[in-house]
C-alpha cells in the first residue's frame, strides 16, 4: 500500500526550515504530518464547497479564504485578484517538494499604484435560447457544431430538398431547388433550403447536428409572393437573350453600343443616349434594370440575383450578350443606392473577373469580346472602388490576380488584355504601381507575336486604327498579331494615360522642379562659370524659337517641338509670386560677372531709376515698355548688350523679365516633361542632325536645347555653346555664333541634341526608371523617356500636349 | 501507545494468569536496559506479537477490565469522530459503525452488562433512526434479534450471537465483516485509533476482533467493482416503501417481508398529504373556467329555447310554448349536472388550508388567474420557448439569480456580497438606445447641420458604455458572498442567504432592507419563500434547515437530520412540507413535515444519482420532486411511495453539474433542467401529460354530455371538446410514435429528454417557468469555452 499522505515528514522539515525553525525534531515533524494535511484536506472540502455553492466548477483564491475564515482562520492576504498563476519553486534538499516564492511586496508599492480601470458594469443581455423547442441560429446562440452530418443523412436531406422542389413550386424556385440537390454532397441542407426557396421547408424544419440537439437553421429565407413573381420576372428577362441581343451579339459595333448604354444607365430615363441606335435594350429589359437600380427592396433579392449572376457566367460564356447582360444588371445593382452588396461581393467578384479575363469569350476569337472585358474592367474597377474603403484588401487582392495573369505567359493574350484592362481601369497610380515596372519584360516578350515582329509595327497598327478587326488573310498567326496588337495597344493607353495623368497633376500643381530632376542634373552638370553670359543669352534665345514652332510641329516631329522645354523648365520657379505673370520670369543662374556689371550699373542713376520704376510696378505699360527695351537691348552688339543684360539679370532674380520672354517661359515650363522624352530620343533615329550638333559621347552633348547650358566639350569654344541649333535666330544675334548649322526650324534636332545631354548623365536602365514611376518624387521626365523607348514616338500623342498644359498653369 | 504502557498490561496478565516464573524473568528484562544486540530481537518480538493478533485482544480485553462504560463512552467517541470527519470519506467510516455497535453490545452482554447493553442500543436505533430516516433490512433484523440477548446465557445459546463473535462454525475469521476503505481514510482511522491511548483500546480489539479492513487504492467513491454497502442501503429503502406492491421492488419486498416488521424505512411509511391546499389558484381558475361555460351553455340554451318559443308563440299554439318551457328546465338541469360532474374531476385530493399558512392577497390572485388565462400550453408536443439572460461582465461572481413571475426583473446575488435587482424594460431600451447610437454613427459619419456646424451631439456608444447602465439597484447590506436569493409571492420582497450566516430580507421596489435574520451560525446555502408568502426556509452549512416567519427573528423550525451541510431547501405547493437535499457525506433528499418539523420522506441519491444533490424542483401537483446533481444527473421520485420514478441515463445527462430546475406551470409536463455544461435541456413528464390529457378529456366529456342534454344546438362547447379530446388523442398516438422512433437515441422511460440547447458560452444558473410558462434562463457569460 503507497503512503496515502501526501505531506510527508520532510515537507514538513523544509517548511520549518523556511521559517528558520531549525531544531525540529523528526518525531514532531513525523506527527505533524498527518495533521497538516487533515487540516489541508479540510480547508480544501470547505473551499470546493464555497466554489460549488457559486455554481462555479474553478476553484478561487476567494473561495480558500472564504473556507478559511469558516474555520476562523486569518485568510491569506495577497492573492485575490491575482491571476498570476502562481510560481511553484523546488524546496532545496527535498526532491518532490515544491512552495510558492512568497515575495515582499513593499507597501508603497501598492498604495501607491494608480487605480486599475474601473471594470464594466455586470448588466444582462437577454436574448431567444429557443423558440417551441427549436433554437434559432443567432449570434448570440452556439454556433451549430460544424461536423457533418453523416453521408447517408446528407444524401438523404439532398433528395428531400429535391423532391421538395419538384413538388413545391414553379420556375426558378424549383430549378434552384434541383441545383442545390445535385450540390447537396457539398453544402448542408440548410444552405439548400435558402436557395430552393419555395422548396425551403422540407429540409429546413429538419433538426441538425448531434442527436438530440434541436437548432434550427439560419437561413429560412422567407420571400414575399411579389418578390419572387419580381424575381422571375427579372430573371426571365435577363437571363436568356433576346433576339435583339442576339443579334448585337454578332455586331461588334452594336457591342459597343450595348456597353455605352450600360454606362448610361445612370441617364437611362434621361433616354438620350439610351433610344439612340446603339441601344438594343428591350423596353422591357430596360424598366426591368431600371427598377434593378431603383428599388429599395432589393436587397431581399440580393442572394437570388447574385446567384443569377454567376449561373448566366458559367452558363453564358460562349454568348456574349448574356454577359453584357450580367454586367449591366451588376451595375445597376451597383447604382441601387438602397443595396449593399457587400456580403455578396465574395461571390459576385469572380463571375466578373471570368468576364474580364477568360480564356475565350463568345463565339470565336473574331467576335468583339473586348468590350466585354473592357467593361468588365470598369465594373471591377467601380467595385473597387465603392468597397475600398471598408474592404482594403480587396483591391489589392483583385490587382494582384490580375497582375498574376498578366505575368503568367502561359495564359492566352486576351487574359493578358483583360489583365492590362483591368489594372487600367483601377486607375493611373495602379498602373504605374504595378505595369509599369513589368512593362519592359512583358514588351519583349509580346515583340514576336506583333505584326511585323516588332513595336514599330505595333504603334503604326494601333496609330493606323485598324484595331477594329484582325489583320486580314490572318489565320492562326494573324488572330494571334490581331490579339498582340489589342494588348499591345491597351498597354500604351494604359501607360499613356498613366503618365498623362500625372502630367496634368503636376502641371495643375505649377511643376514642382524636382520631378524633373532629369534635366535639372542635365543643366547643373554643364553650367560653367565662363559660360555664363552666353548661357544667359542661348536661354532665351533658345527658348523661345522653340516654342514659337510648337504649332507648327507636326505629330510626329513634337518631340523636337517640346524639345526646348528642359531647358526652360530647369530654372527654379518664380521665386517671388507677388510677380505679375505676364513678367514672371525664371531666375537666372548666378553669374559673377553679370554682378559686377550690376555693382557698376548701380552708379548710374539712370539704370537704377529704370530699376526701381520696373520693381514698383512690373506690370505697367511703362514697366513692359522698358523691359522690352531692355531685352532688345541684350540683342545689341555694343557694349549696352551687358548694360541691359545686367539690368535684365538683376530683375531676373526678382523673378520680373520681359513679357516676351516671361510667356515663353509660361510655355516652356508647361512644355518641360514632353521636352524630356524627347531628349531622349535625341539619341535616337528620329533625329538624324542630332551627330552633327551635339557630339554623341557623354554630357557634352547635352547643350540642352536652349538649356543655355553649353557642352562640357565646347568649354573652351564658346561658339559651340549648344544653345546654338534651335535658337539659332537668337544666337546669331547675340554674336555667339551657334556652332551647329542646324536645319531651320530643325526643332527637333535642337531638341534632340540638348535631350541627349540631358539623358546622358544619369544613364539608368528603362526598367529601373519604370520600376520606380510610381513614387510621389519619381522624375517624371526620366519616366516619360522611358516610356518612350519602350513605345516609340507615339506614346508621345497620348501625354498632353503643350498647348493644354498653360492653360493648366493657371 | 508507549512500551512502558505494554509493558504494564503484560505484566498485570502475566500476574492474573499466576505466572510467577514467567513474571519475574519478565521484571528482569524490564529492568534491565536493552542491549543493543537485543534490538533485533524485540524487533522481532514485536513483529510475532503483531502477528499473533489473538494474544493482543486477550491483552487488550483483558486491560480494559470490566469497565463497561469505558466501551459505551469509546463508541460515543467513534460516532463524534466520524461525524466530523471529513466529508469524503465520511460515507466509508460510516459503514465501520453498525459492525463495531454489533460486537460491542454483545461484549457488553457477555460481560453481563445488560444495562449499558440496553442504553446503547437505544442511544443507537434513535441515532440511526434520526440521522438515516430508517434503516437497512438487515440492521433492522440485526436489532431485532440483538434486542432479544440480554443475558450471557441467552448468549451462549444463540447462533447469531457465536456467529458474530466468532465462536461459530467458521471461526473467528467468519465473524469479520468486510468493509473497503481508501487508504486515507484506513490511515485516518488507524491514527485516529492509536492517538485515543488506553481510551480507546476496546475499540481497536473490536475493530480488530470484527473488522476485516479491506485498503483499496483509487478516491473513496470511484469503485464499482466492489459494490458500496451505503448504496444497498439506498435501493432498499427505496423498495421497501408503503407502496411497495407495485413495482420493480414488489418481489423484494415480498420476499423480505419478515423483515419489514422491523423499523426500515419507518420514516417513508409516515402518512403525508401531498395534495393541493382547497383553493389554490388553479382550481379557482378552473371553477371560474366552468362557471363561465356553465352559464353560457344555460345562456344558449335558453336563446334555444325561446328560439323555439319564438314561432310557436307566433302561431299561438300553447303546448309547443310548454314544450320550450320544459326544453328550457332540461337544458339548465344538465348544464348544473355537467357543472357538478366536473368538479368531481378535480385531480388529486385536496387537503384543507390550515390555520398558520396565510391566505394569497387579492391582488396576487387576480393576477395569477389572469396569467393563467393567457397561459401557454407546455407539453412534449408543444415545447416552450426560453429566453436567456446572460449576465455579462460577471466575472465568475455571480452565484445565483431568480426572477420574478413575469421574467421583468432579476435578482442575483454576487460574491462581492451584492444582491443586485434588474429591471429588464429598462435595461432593454438602454441596450435599444445603444445599439441606435451605435448604428447611427455609422452613416452619420460626423454629423453637421445644413449650415456646416456639428451637429448637437447625440449621447455617443462610448459615453453610453460607459455609465452605469440604468435600471440596476444595489442592495448593499451582506457581508460575505450571497449564495441564495428568492422573491416572495407578491414579488414585493426579495430574500437573499449569505456566506455571513444571515438571511436578509428587502424591499425589490426602493431597495432597502427591511430585516436580518441571524439564525444561522455558518453561510448560508439556500433560501426559498413560502408559495403563499409570510414563511420562508433556509438551509445552510449548518447541517440545519430553518423556517421562518417573517416577522420573527427566530426560527420556528429546525430540521435537523442531514448529515452534512444542507444545500437546498424548497417549498411544497401545498406549503405544508419542505423538501431539502444534502450532499457529500450525506446525499438524501428530504421532506419534512412544517407543523411538527420532523422528517417524513427520506430519499437517498444511491447509485441513480451520481454525486450529491445541487438542486430541487416540486412537480407543480406535489407528487414528484427532481432532483439534480453535480455530476450531471436528474432523477425524479415519486413522493408518495418514496419511490424512484425515473433517473437520467449517462448518455442524455448533463455533462457537468445540474444548476437548476424547472417544473413548468399547470401540468408540469415538461421538466428543464441547466447546467455547468452550458445546456438547458428539457424532460418530458409523462405523468404531468396523462393529467393534462385527462384534464382535456374530463373537459370534453363534460361538454359533451352538456351538449347532449342541452339537444338542439350542440354549442361550440361541445366541438371544442370533441375536437380537443381528438388533438389530445392525436398528440398522445404522435408522441408514442416519437417514442418509437427515437428509440435509438432517446431513452424510453417515464422522463425522456425532448431537447437539449446549448448557449453560447454561459452555465446555466437559474431556470424558471414564468407564470405564462415562457421558460426563463439565466447565466454568467465566460469567455473561455465551457467549463466543466
Same mark, same amino acid.
Given at each position: 500500500m503507497s503512503n496515502p499522505n501526501f505531506i510527508t515528514p520532510g515537507s514538513v522539515r523544509a517548511i520549518a526550515l523556511s521559517v528558520d525553525v531549525t531544531y525540529l525534531t523528526e518525531e514532531a515533524a513525523k506527527a505533524l504530518a498527518p495533521d497538516v494535511e487533515y487540516r489541508l484536506r479540510e480547508v480544501i472540502q470547505d473551499a470546493l464547497k464555497f466554489a460549488r455553492h457559486s455554481k462555479r466548477t474553478k476553484l478561487t483564491t476567494q473561495d480558500v479564504n472564504d473556507a478559511l475564515r469558516l474555520r476562523n482562520i486569518e485568510p491569506l492576504y495577497g492573492f485575490l485578484n491575482n491571476n498570476d498563476p502562481a510560481k511553484f519553486v523546488r524546496a532545496t534538499g527535498a526532491p518532490d517538494l515544491y512552495f510558492v516564492r512568497d515575495d515582499t511586496v513593499p507597501l508603497e508599492q501598492i498604495t501607491c499604484a494608480p487605480l486599475p480601470k474601473a471594470p464594466n458594469a455586470t448588466t444582462v443581455m437577454p436574448h431567444w435560447l429557443f423558440i417551441n423547442g427549436v433554437q434559432p441560429q443567432t449570434e448570440e446562440n452556439a454556433a451549430v457544431d460544424p461536423r457533418p452530418a453523416p453521408k447517408r443523412q446528407r444524401l438523404a436531406a439532398a433528395a428531400a430538398a429535391a423532391a421538395g422542389a419538384g413538388a413545391g413550386a414553379a420556375g426558378a424556385g424549383a430549378a434552384a431547388g434541383q441545383a442545390d440537390a445535385a450540390a447537396g454532397q457539398k453544402r448542408k441542407a440548410g444552405q439548400a433550403e435558402a436557395a430552393g426557396g419555395a422548396a425551403a421547408g422540407a429540409a429546413g424544419g429538419a433538426p441538425a447536428g448531434q442527436p438530440g440537439e434541436r437548432v434550427a437553421m439560419p437561413v429560412q429565407h422567407i420571400l414575399s409572393d411579389e418578390m419572387q413573381r419580381l424575381l422571375q420576372q427579372i430573371q426571365a428577362t435577363l437571363g436568356s437573350p433576346s433576339p435583339a441581343t442576339l443579334d448585337a451579339g454578332s455586331d461588334e459595333r452594336g457591342e459597343g453600343g450595348l456597353w455605352g448604354c450600360v454606362l448610361e444607365l445612370d441617364a437611362a430615363d434621361r433616354g438620350a443616349g439610351a433610344n439612340g441606335s446603339g441601344l438594343l435594350l428591350t423596353p422591357m429589359q430596360r424598366a426591368v434594370l431600371t427598377t434593378v437600380q431603383r428599388d429599395p427592396g432589393m436587397q431581399q433579392l440580393l442572394p437570388y440575383l447574385t446567384k443569377h449572376v454567376g449561373d448566366e457566367v458559367a452558363g453564358g460564356l460562349r454568348q456574349l450578350p448574356r454577359l453584357h447582360m450580367v454586367l449591366r444588371l451588376v451595375q445597376a445593382l451597383l447604382l441601387n443606392p438602397a443595396v449593399s452588396l457587400e456580403p455578396y461581393l465574395h461571390t459576385l467578384m469572380p463571375p466578373l473577373l471570368t468576364c474580364l479575363m477568360a480564356k475565350s469569350l463568345g463565339n470565336g476569337p473574331t467576335c468583339d469580346h473586348w468590350a466585354l472585358r473592357d467593361a468588365a474592367a470598369a465594373v471591377v474597377a467601380r467595385i473597387c472602388g465603392r468597397f475600398g474603403e471598408p474592404y482594403y484588401s480587396l483591391q489589392v487582392k483583385v490587382s494582384k490576380q490580375l497582375l498574376r495573369a498578366l505575368l503568367d505567359g502561359s495564359k492566352p493574350l486576351p487574359t493578358h488584355y483583360g489583365a492590362v484592362a483591368g489594372l487600367a481601369a483601377l486607375g493611373p497610380a495602379t498602373v504605374r504601381l504595378l505595369l509599369l515596372p513589368q512593362l519592359e519584360p512583358y514588351l519583349a516578350k509580346l515583340q514576336p507575336s506583333l505584326p511585323g515582329g516588332s513595336l514599330a509595327g505595333a504603334t503604326a497598327a494601333v496609330a493606323g486604327g485598324s484595331v477594329g478587326a484582325p489583320a486580314p488573310g490572318g489565320g492562326k498567326e494573324g488572330v494571334r498579331q490581331f490579339e498582340a496588337t489589342r494588348v499591345y495597344g491597351a498597354l500604351l493607353q494604359a501607360s499613356g494615360s498613366a503618365m498623362y495623368d500625372k502630367l496634368m497633376t503636376v502641371a495643375a500643381d505649377s511643376l514642382p522642379q524636382h520631378l524633373f530632376r532629369t534635366a535639372g542634373r542635365a543643366r547643373r552638370s554643364l553650367v560653367t562659370k565662363e559660360e555664363e553670359e552666353a548661357a544667359a543669352a542661348a536661354r532665351q534665345a533658345a527658348a523661345s524659337p522653340a516654342v514659337k514652332q510648337e504649332p507648327h510641329a507636326p505629330g510626329a516631329a513634337s518631340p523636337g517641338a517640346v524639345g526646348a522645354a528642359p531647358a526652360v523648365a530647369a530654372p527654379r520657379p518664380v521665386a517671388n509670386p507677388a510677380i505679375p505673370e505676364q513678367v514672371a520670369v525664371p531666375a537666372p543662374a548666378h553669374s559673377a560677372s553679370m554682378e559686377t556689371a550690376w555693382l557698376k550699373l548701380q552708379a548710374d542713376p539712370k539704370a537704377t531709376q529704370v530699376y526701381k520704376m520696373i520693381v514698383a510696378n512690373p506690370v505697367s505699360s511703362q514697366s513692359l515698355n522698358l523691359l522690352e527695351s531692355l531685352q532688345q537691348l541684350t540683342a545689341r552688339p555694343d557694349g549696352r548688350a551687358v548694360t541691359g543684360q545686367a539690368l535684365l539679370y538683376e530683375l531676373g532674380k526678382l523673378g520680373i523679365g520681359p513679357a516676351s520672354i516671361a510667356k515663353q517661359y509660361r510655355a516652356s515650363v508647361a512644355a518641360a516633361a514632353a521636352a524630356a522624352a524627347a531628349a531622349a530620343q535625341g539619341n535616337g533615329q528620329l533625329t538624324p542632325n542630332g551627330g552633327a550638333q551635339s557630339p554623341p559621347p557623354g554630357p557634352a552633348a547635352g547643350a540642352g536645347g536652349g538649356m543655355a547650358s553649353p557642352p562640357s566639350s565646347g568649354l573652351k569654344t564658346p561658339g559651340s555653346n549648344g544653345a546654338g541649333p534651335s535658337g539659332q535666330a537668337h544666337s546669331g544675334r547675340g554674336g555667339r555664333a551657334a556652332a551647329g548649322g542646324s536645319g531651320p526650324g530643325g526643332s527637333a534636332p535642337g531638341a534632340a541634341g540638348g535631350a541627349a545631354g540631358a539623358a546622358a548623365p544619369a544613364p539608368r536602365s528603362v526598367r529601373a526608371v519604370l520600376a520606380e514611376s510610381w513614387r510621389e518624387d519619381a522624375d517624371l521626365g526620366e519616366v516619360v523617356v522611358a516610356l518612350t523607348t519602350l513605345f516609340g514616338p507615339a506614346f508621345l500623342t497620348r501625354l498632353p500636349q503643350p498647348p493644354q498644359l498653360p492653360v493648366m498653369t493657371l | 501507545m508507549r512500551d512502558s504502557d505494554w509493558d504494564q498490561l503484560f505484566l498485570q496478565y502475566i500476574r492474573k494468569r499466576g505466572l510467577r516464573d514467567v513474571e519475574e524473568r519478565f521484571v528482569q528484562h524490564v529492568r534491565q536496559p536493552p542491549a543493543p544486540g537485543d534490538k533485533e530481537e524485540a524487533a522481532a518480538v514485536a513483529a510475532g506479537v503483531e502477528m499473533a493478533s489473538g494474544l493482543i485482544d486477550d491483552l487488550v480485553c483483558f486491560a480494559a477490565g470490566h469497565e463497561a462504560a469505558v466501551y459505551g463512552d469509546a463508541y460515543e467517541a467513534l460516532v463524534g469522530w466520524v461525524d466530523s470527519c471529513l466529508d469524503m470519506y465520511r460515507p466509508e467510516l460510516r459503514r465501520l459503525l453498525h459492525p463495531v455497535f454489533v460486537r460491542l453490545y454483545l461484549t457488553l452482554v457477555d460481560m453481563e452488562a445488560g444495562r449499558e447493553a440496553a442504553a446503547l442500543l437505544a442511544r443507537y436505533r434513535a441515532r440511526v433512526l434520526a440521522t438515516l430516516g430508517g434503516m437497512r433490512r438487515a440492521a433492522a433484523s440485526d436489532l431485532t434479534q440483538l434486542a432479544a440477548l440480554t443475558s450471557r446465557s441467552l448468549l451462549r445459546g444463540s447462533a447469531f450471537a457465536a456467529a458474530r463473535l466468532g465462536l461459530g462454525p467458521g471461526g473467528p475469521a467468519a465473524a469479520k465483516t468486510a468493509v473497503a476503505l481508501s487508504p486515507y481514510a484506513h490511515d485516518l482511522l488507524m491514527r485516529w485509533l492509536h492517538t485515543g491511548g488506553g481510551r480507546m483500546l476496546p475499540l481497536l480489539s473490536v475493530v480488530n476482533s470484527c473488522l476485516d479492513l479491506q485498503v483499496l487504492e483509487g478516491l473513496p467513491k470511484g469503485a464499482p467493482a466492489a459494490p458500496v454497502p451505503d448504496d444497498d442501503l439506498a435501493d432498499e429503502l427505496a423498495g421497501g416503501g408503503p407502496g411497495g406492491a407495485g413495482g420493480p421492488g414488489a418481489d423484494e419486498a415480498g420476499a423480505d417481508a419478515g423483515a419489514e416488521a422491523a423499523e426500515a424505512n419507518m420514516v417513508n411509511r409516515t402518512e403525508i398529504k401531498l395534495g393541493l391546499l382547497q383553493g389554490n389558484v388553479e382550481d379557482m381558475y378552473r371553477e371560474q373556467q366552468e362557471k363561465h361555460k356553465a352559464e353560457a351553455a344555460a345562456a344558449a340554451a335558453a336563446a334555444a329555447a325561446a328560439g323555439e318559443a319564438d314561432p310557436a308563440a307566433a302561431d299561438g299554439q300553447e303546448p309547443q310554448t310548454k314544450k320550450a318551457k320544459k326544453a328550457a328546465e332540461k337544458a339548465a338541469a344538465a348544464a348544473a349536472a355537467a357543472a357538478a360532474t366536473s368538479k368531481s374531476v378535480v385531480r388529486g385530493e385536496r387537503i384543507e388550508h390550515p390555520p398558520f399558512l396565510p391566505k394569497l392577497p387579492d391582488e396576487v390572485v387576480s393576477a395569477a388567474l389572469r396569467d393563467i388565462g393567457l397561459r401557454a400550453p407546455v407539453t412534449a408536443a408543444a415545447p416552450p420557448s426560453c429566453a436567456f439572460f446572460t449576465f455579462v461582465n460577471a466575472k465568475q461572481t455571480l452565484n445565483c439569480s431568480t426572477f420574478n413571475s413575469d421574467g421583468s426583473k432579476i435578482v442575483a446575488g454576487f460574491n462581492d456580497s451584492s444582491v443586485r435587482v434588474y429591471d429588464m424594460p429598462t435595461i432593454s431600451q438602454h441596450h435599444a438606445l445603444l445599439r441606435r447610437s451605435r448604428r447611427g454613427q455609422l452613416p452619420g459619419g460626423g454629423g453637421t447641420n445644413p449650415d456646416g456646424t456639428p451637429a448637437p451631439a447625440a449621447p455617443s456608444a462610448d459615453d453610453l458604455e460607459e455609465c452605469e447602465p440604468p435600471g440596476t439597484l444595489y442592495l448593499h447590506g451582506h457581508t460575505a458572498a450571497v449564495h441564495a436569493v428568492d422573491f416572495s409571492v407578491d414579488q414585493r420582497l426579495v430574500l437573499s442567504g449569505s456566506s455571513d450566516g444571515t438571511v436578509r430580507v428587502w424591499g425589490a421596489e426602493f431597495g432597502a432592507c427591511l430585516a436580518v435574520y441571524p439564525?444561522? /451560525?455558518?453561510? /448560508?446555502?439556500d433560501v426559498a419563500a413560502c408559495p403563499l408568502g409570510h414563511w420562508f426556509a433556509s438551509a445552510g452549512a449548518d447541517r440545519v434547515a430553518r423556517l421562518w /416567519?417573517?416577522?420573527?427573528?427566530?426560527?420556528?423550525r429546525l430540521l435537523v437530520g442531514h448529515n452534512a451541510d444542507v444545500d437546498v431547501v424548497r417549498w411544497h405547493p401545498n406549503c405544508c412540507l419542505v423538501a431539502t437535499a444534502a450532499g457529500q457525506a450525506d446525499r438524501t433528499v428530504r421532506l419534512w413535515d412544517v407543523r411538527e418539523g420532523k422528517c417524513v420522506r427520506y430519499l437517498p441519491c444511491g447509485r441513480a444519482l451520481p454525486g450529491s444533490p445541487t438542486c430541487l424542483a416540486l412537480s407543480p401537483d406535489g407528487s414528484q420532486i427532481a432532483a439534480g446533481s453535480d455530476e450531471g444527473g436528474v432523477t425524479v421520485w415519486d413522493l408518495g411511495t418514496a419511490r424512484r420514478v425515473a433517473a437520467s441515463q449517462p448518455s442524455t445527462a448533463h455533462t457537468g453539474a445540474v444548476w437548476c430546475l424547472a417544473y413548468s406551470q399547470g401540468d408540469g409536463c415538461v421538466l428543464a433542467s441547466g447546467g455547468a455544461d452550458e445546456t438547458v435541456r428539457l424532460w418530458r413528464n409523462d405523468s404531468g401529460e396523462a393529467l393534462a390529457a385527462a384534464g382535456v378529456a374530463a373537459a370534453g366529456d363534460g361538454t359533451g354530455a352538456d351538449g347532449e342534454g342541452g339537444g338542439a344546438e350542440g354549442g361550440e362547447g361541445a366541438a371544442d371538446g370533441a375536437a380537443g379530446s381528438k388533438e389530445a388523442g392525436k398528440e398522445g398516438a404522435k408522441a408514442g410514435k416519437d417514442g418509437k422512433e427515437d428509440k435509438g437515441n432517446k431513452p424510453e422511460g417515464p422522463y425522456a429528454q425532448l431537447g437539449r440547447y446549448r448557449t453560447k458560452s454561459s452555465p446555466v444558473v437559474s431556470l424558471a417557468f414564468s407564470s405564462r410558462n415562457l421558460l426563463l434562463a439565466a447565466g454568467p457569460f465566460h469567455r473561455r469555452g465551457p467549463i466543466t
Open positions: - | 439564525g444561522h /451560525v455558518f453561510p /448560508v446555502w /416567519v417573517s416577522e420573527r427573528t427566530q426560527p420556528l
